[in-house]
């Protein structure tokens, strides 16, 4: 994986409202920055972003930088609109991880106690915990697409159950005929039985198809059916 970097539209990024927190003593540093950032034409340090978006994207390390090139549009508009950034995908969040980690280890092992050197890439320990938030809602999001993938596939696997007057039409093949049985079994059993016999001796091949459950209750004769007995089994099945 080639790590570079990407010009992107100021406006895209999304960030906390950290400028808020800032100390006088950050806000003289930010206001000095800024006039560094004019003078020079730009930006030297390269904040991090995640990609939220197609063209949106959350800023997760170098806050400072970030605000100090937005003092500096206000302060020179004819600066571009446009900010270099370090994109941190999906494939890349975790080597990313792996490396700050290392770099606040380093800075944890040579702190003395003095004033020790800014690494403006923001906080570092804030920066590994919002990636690692990151990663586990992204593993998480794709955990549910997996999950929910798998048991549409399932679903879709599942033997779909043939409406009541398609049922009639196939009754004599035995699976169809068993499941009459078990959608009419609340006519009682004996009456069901008949039913469903009946129906099985009407449908032989040269039968032609019920198209309607007029046709049905046409076909099958009195004493079978009624037209409230039939409207019950479309209810019920």
């Known amino acids: ?21 800032f100390t006088p003593e950050k806000k003289v540093a930010l206001e000095s920055l800024a006039h560094s ?10 904040p991090i972003v995640t990609r939220i978006g197609i063209e949106s994207y959350k800023l997760i390390s170098g806050h400072f930088e970030y605000y100090a090139f ?46 020790t050197t800014l690494l403006e890439l923001g906080n570092i320990k804030s ?26 596939n399932f679903q ?3 033997p779909k159950p043939l409406p009541p007057l398609e049922a009639f039409n196939h009754i004599s093949d035995p699976i169809v005929y068993s499941e009459v049985l078990k959608k009419i079994g609340f006519l009682g ?22 198209r309607t459950f007029g046709d049905v209750l046409a076909e099958i004769g009195k004493g079978y059916l009624s037209k409230e007995k039939m409207l019950d089994i479309i209810d019920n099945w």
Do not use: C, W
């Not at 008949?194 to 009407?202: F, G, N, P, T, Y």
């Open 1 to 21: 994986m080639d790590l570079s970097t990407s010009l992107i539209d100021i406006d895209s990024v999304e960030a906390d409202n950290r400028e808020a927190e």
């Open 37 to 46: 950032i004019v003078n020079l034409k730009g930006l030297i340090t390269i």
């Open 70 to 115: 937005i003092k500096a549009l206000e302060l020179d508009s004819t600066l571009p609109d446009r900010i270099r950034v370090f994109i941190i995908d999906d494939e890349n969040i975790q080597p990313t991880l792996e490396q700050l980690k290392a770099v606040e280890n380093i800075r944890l092992t040579y702190d003395n106690g003095e004033n």
């Open 127 to 152: 920066i590994i915990q919002s990636l690692e938030k990151n990663l586990t809602n992204r593993i998480s999001i794709e955990s549910n697409q997996v999950r929910s993938e798998v048991l549409q």
């Open 156 to 158: 879709d696997r599942l």
């Open 189 to 210: 059993k004996t009456k069901a039985q008949k039913l469903a016999d009946r129906l099985k001796e009407i449908k032989n091949p040269e039968h032609n198809r019920f």
